[in-house]
């Protein structure tokens, strides 16, 4: 199978190296970019470097990988989904907000492959979800860089600048925080897509200026079940709001499209 990848930033660059190392098993065939230049510099060093396209071009690819900014979603998504290809958002915040999207795929035969991401448990969520859920919550904590240029703390006049302690920014539903934070907290949308959905996942999002990590609880309150986990994802150096674990997830993801053994979903 074929991959193409929309972002050449902190989660598609990563990507893209390993895919071109030869790991997961499928062929990058086209990465796109906004910063032609700079693009080309990070892949020179690539054994197979691959051609720059249009974003809409990308659904040649039998798998279209979006990894950026939310902004720029619909430009990759529409196309590949009206080409039926597998469509893995990274920016699940924007599918959350575009349930026309799912209707669209519905239609063309197109498949939506969300990948757990910065987060961790969603085969425990869904497996849950299978049955009566009461209740699914996140409780997100970063660094205030992780946090910084979110619309919602402009929105509600929040500085996160000389903080001293951990302080509770946000608390309400996955879609008011996918909304309010659509570069920092796309593990909600995950969460809520995975388990009871984005009115009755509730979120918390705390700047802690005492952390050097991402970190990520999640608690499920179930008939089958009662679970909570935690990850404490390191934040990547291109991206502090990005973790170095998501695109090693989505890596993960492609490769179990392809593999004879699946574990875990
Ligand atoms: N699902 C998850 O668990 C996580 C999702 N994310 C989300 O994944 C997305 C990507 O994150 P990063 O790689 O950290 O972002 P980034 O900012 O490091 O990279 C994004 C890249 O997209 C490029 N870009 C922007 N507009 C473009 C266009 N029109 N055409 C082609 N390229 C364009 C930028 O130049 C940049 O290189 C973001 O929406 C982020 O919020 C981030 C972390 C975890
Ligand atoms: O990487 C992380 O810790 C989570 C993140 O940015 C997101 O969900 O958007």
Known sequence: MTVAVAGVGAIGLELARRLDAGDGGLRLVAVSARDRAKAEAALAGFRAPPPLRPLAALAEADIVVEAMPAAAFDAVAEPAVAAGRIFVPASVGALLARPGLIQAARASGARILVPTGALLGLDAVRAAAEGPVESVTLETRKPPAGLAGA??????????????????????????????????????????????????TQVEIWADPTSTRNTHTIRVEAEAARFSMTIEGVPSAANPRTGRLTPLSILAALRGLVATLKVGS
Not at 154 to 178: D, K, M, S, V, Y
């Open 151 to 200: 619309p919602y703390l402009r929105e509600h006049g929040i500085r996160l600048e000389g903080l001293e302690a951990p302080t509770r920014i946000f608390a309400g539903n996955a879609l008011e925080a996918a909304r309010g934070f659509p570069a920092n907290v796309n593990v909600a949308a995950a969460l809520a897509l995975a388990g009871i959905g984005p009115e009755r």
